[in-house]
Nanobody, 118 residues
Framework: QVQLVESGGGLVQPGGSLRLSCVAS????????MGWYRQAPGKQRELVAR???????NYADAVKGRFTISRDNGKNTVCLQMDDLKPEDTAVYYC????????????WGQGTQVTVSS
């Protein structure tokens, strides 16, 4: 059984910082991409950041220069450092992992709330 455990969400003021982490447990083979998505009320879920097995990163334009994604392959962990947070960043953030040896599967975390408000 695969489980993704997220932590780090919370309430911060504009300009503040949060660090989200996601740890994958269970039997997971050949993890490839790891990333973070978010969904704000009334809006579609969108990709925030993604990092490949080799370390290549991709960010949504709205978070470039403010967010940094990283991973620890040995610990099956992906983190998202969020700096200079804005009210527009308020959303539920979901961890996502793509993995599979011969076929790939998507695994999702339970979601963690990030609220940016004064």
């Amino acid at each position: 059984q695969v489980q993704l455990v997220e932590s780090g969400g919370g309430l911060v003021q504009p300009g503040g910082s949060l660090r989200l982490s996601c740890v994958a447990s269970g039997k997971i083979l050949s993890i490839s991409d790891m990333g973070w998505y978010r969904q704000a009320p009334g809006k579609q879920r969108e990709l925030v950041a993604r990092v490949s097995r080799g370390g290549s990163t991709n960010y949504a334009d709205a978070v470039k220069g403010r967010f940094t994604i990283s991973r620890d392959n040995g610990k099956n962990t992906v983190c998202l450092q969020m700096d200079d947070l804005k009210p527009e960043d308020t959303a539920v953030y979901y961890c996502n992992i793509v993995a599979g040896l011969i076929t790939t599967s998507n695994y999702w975390g339970q979601g963690t709330q990030v609220t940016v408000s004064s």
